[in-house]
């Protein structure tokens, strides 16, 4: 084996190891508590200045751990979407915005870190940001999904469309993290499954975008 | 004034300064990632082991913080509930969830931080449960609320039904932070009040409460 050939592992193996790492350190302690100092030690890197070498900032990192999950989600949602068509139920729509994330979730094995990295990034307005920059650059799938789910749900004004859009966001990452802690601290899960998990978020997420809309009710006492 | 009198008032400034410091260091950067010394000396305090004398540990501080906006949630909710009485109708209920969240953000004024200090608190399994045992302790209401919701639903099965009052919680909460945080950063909040972002809330987690229940839907494709 050429030693540059060898080279190119180490370097891959290093980088591999630091995302590691970090996305386990971010979603248990939270982005901003971790130093690029820290990872790099906790990720066994005699030099402390690796992760700077190998990634940059510590926004360059989380864009790297984002970029290695977007990957296997979009090509879930783009066979989902394949699949849909011109779909006029706005349950189909709702199911390719929830399964490739749990889908994923499931493939990932047990523990996995994911769902709490998510989270963590999603807390953060410059991080979320950035992610989502990272998301939909890469993603025309979502742009088409969004276009989809709101031929199919009612017209709504316009605050109350992006409540509910933020609203499926929130429900989608914070039931993958109940999920995906309980499954990392062996407690019981409510349901027996990522699939089932998926369900009833479907459920529950086509339920609140046919919601009645009450605008300027009185207040009560 | 005698001297014991004016020592009260500087323990009850100093103690309200340690507060609202840990409040909104908490909420912006996470309860991990502060440590009681940083608070000590962000207050001002001279003495870095201002938390510890005061508090005592960092649970004890976060409990501390809890307790302050309890009371008038409390108040809140029992005033709600004694007006609905032994209601039948699920938004009722659903109300008695939101208002008094809602409205103590809105009392609290511009900036607040308790939305995305409790949301921080509430991605901690070991904060979360010990904030469950403050607000449970103090508050028979809560129960109450919990029952009468029940009533009300539809029978669902076990896992389901704990599913959706998680989901209830965590939109209840991550909408108010979305919201302070846009008051917060003087961004374009999506609702005019947080009546109306109430509103949205309650209309939301009726409709997921109603929901019909999917079991064992085939894989999709």
Redesign the interface.
Known sequence: MADSTRRDEQVRATRKALLDTAERLFAE??V??MSNRRISEAAGQGNNTAVGYHFGTKADLVRAIVRRHAEEIENIRV??LA?IGDSTDLRDWV?CSV?PVTRHLAALGRPSWYARFI??VS?D?ALYALTEEEFFGASPSLRKLEDGLTRCVPVLP???H???A??TR??IV??S??RE?ALA?DTP????TW???A??L???I???W??????G?P???
């Open positions: 302690h939270g901003h508590a066979g989902m699949d199911e399964r989270a963590q807390a307005p316009a605050g109350v992006t409540d509910r933020v609203m929130h429900l914070q039931m993290v109940e802690r601290d899960t409510t349901r027996p699939h089932d998990t369900d009833g479907v459920d529950a086509v339920a609140l046919q919601a009645p809309v009450t605008t009710a207040t009560p006492k």
